[in-house]
């Protein structure tokens, strides 16, 4: 488990995406109203670490866009009942502010009352799949209201990306990660809806090895490198970019709430032993396949 003690990083950012990626897609941006943002920066100030870049959702998306970014998939997690319609709202009109370069991703609160209504309203809003944290919302991956998700999503072919991983875990959450998440749980939810796509952020950390494997076994599988590639948390299991099944890795920053420069991961895989071929996947390709973007 993480500690609160992690560092405050101060390396220095680069002006641009190296030009050796482009086109990138962003699959991992977070955006809030402003409100719930300043309780998020306040909760990581004093739980898990300093976030370097405390603006709001436009200038953010902005940030990212002016520096070459070319896509973001722009993601919010409701953390309780009740809230889920309104930021679902909010995300719909940042797509529009930003028309065509962010792809936006609904919330609901596994449980809550008529989370399936909820989920198809923001569809018809033209959000393009769903976002959920275990360590957030507290939810049991195998139980009746995430199978009505889970339906619902590959009803509609939306993608669901799902923090089920353990880590980053801070004892400050309601519930346990490690008693919630796990690597054989989500490979039941896997084989039990097979045509619902699942993206599960931070290459699985902290059973990143496990979640290498799965997604060798599974083609509706993917995994995000969002703060595992650098090298701010201590990461015993690590494994080489290289090493991965390429079709099934995505970039994606954890931006804005990061402790470290906004670049400090697209250099890690520029200077990663990939091949053109690769690098265009992980960047563009496999973003665009499992969100079904289709424009640059
Ligand atoms: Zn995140």
């Not at 560092?7 to 809030?32: A, C, Q, R, S, W």
């Not at 976030?51 to 409701?78: C, K, P, W």
Request: negative net charge; glycine residues 4%; contains cysteine.
């Amino acid at each position: 488990m993480l500690n609160t003690s992690l560092p405050v990083m101060d390396d220095k950012e680069g002006d641009g995406v190296p030009t050796k990626l482009l086109p990138v897609m962003d699959t991992h941006v977070h955006i809030f109203p402003g409100q719930i943002f300043q309780a998020v920066w306040q909760w990581f100030d004093v739980h898990a670490w300093r976030i370097r870049y405390q603006m709001t959702s436009s200038d953010l998306l902005e940030f990212l866009l002016s520096r070459g970014i070319n896509h973001i998939v722009a993601m919010q997690y409701a953390h309780k009942p009740g809230m889920a319609r309104f930021l679902n709202r909010y995300m719909a009109e940042k797509c529009r502010e930003f028309s065509g370069k962010i792809t936006g991703l609904a919330t609901v609160f596994p449980g809550e009352d008529e989370a399936e209504i909820i989920l198809e309203q923001a569809f018809d809003l033209g959000l393009k799949g769903v976002k959920l944290h275990a360590h957030v919302q507290c939810f049991e991956m195998n139980s009746p209201e995430m199978n009505k998700l889970y339906e619902c999503c590959q009803k509609h072919d939306k993608p669901m990306v799902m923090h089920v991983s353990r880590e980053p875990k801070s004892p400050a959450y309601k519930c346990d990660p490690y008693v919630l998440c796990s690597v054989d749980k989500l490979e039941t939810v896997i084989k039990n809806f097979p045509d619902l796509k699942i993206c599960v952020p931070h290459l699985g950390f902290d059973e990143i090895l496990a979640y290498k494997n799965l997604i060798e076994k599974y083609d509706n599988l993917w995994l995000d490198t969002a703060m595992t590639i650098t090298d701010y948390f201590p990461i015993y299991e690590s494994v080489p970019l290289n090493q991965y099944r390429s079709d099934r890795i995505m970039y994606g920053s954890d931006f804005p709430n990061i402790p470290y420069a906004w670049d400090r991961e697209l250099k890690v895989i520029q200077k990663a032993e990939l091949s053109q071929n690769s690098l265009e996947k992980i960047c563009w390709h496999n973003g665009a396949q499992f969100f079904n973007i289709n424009k640059i």
